[in-house]
Nanobody, 122 residues
């Protein structure tokens, strides 16, 4: 499985970004796709996830109402739309693939893409 994430950048507080993660190497109907983030000096944390087959989404409380995860099956791509960004959203965002069943649990994810930096200035 190969995952390639892109779309990060520098944005002012209140702005928006959309991250993309292109996946390849297998079919994903039995998998969950997740976005995790790691801020400087902090542990990596769950941000959002989606079940590939049904498209059910899950969010961390810190991003609920501001972030939207979606997937395009035809393109094998998962997106993370981030609105109303805050300085505390600054982090390296990574996409990952895990077996279906525990979409918010980091240890369930075994395939990881490279991260993309998101920086939110105040």
């Amino acid at each position: 499985v190969q995952l390639q994430a892109f779309g990060g950048g520098v944005v002012q507080a209140g702005g928006s970004l959309r991250l993309s993660c292109a996946a390849s190497g297998r079919t994903f109907d039995d998998y969950d796709m997740g976005w995790f983030r790691q801020a400087p000096g902090q542990e990596r944390e769950f941000a959002a996830a989606i079940t590939w087959s049904a498209g059910r989404s899950y969010y961390a409380d810190s991003v609920k109402g501001r972030f939207t995860i979606s997937r395009d099956k035809a393109k094998n791509t998962v997106y993370l739309r981030m609105n109303d960004l805050k300085p505390e959203d600054t982090a390296v965002y990574s996409c990952a693939v895990g077996l279906r069943g525990m979409p918010t649990t980091q240890s369930n994810y075994h395939y990881w893409g490279q991260g993309t930096q998101v920086t939110v200035s105040s």
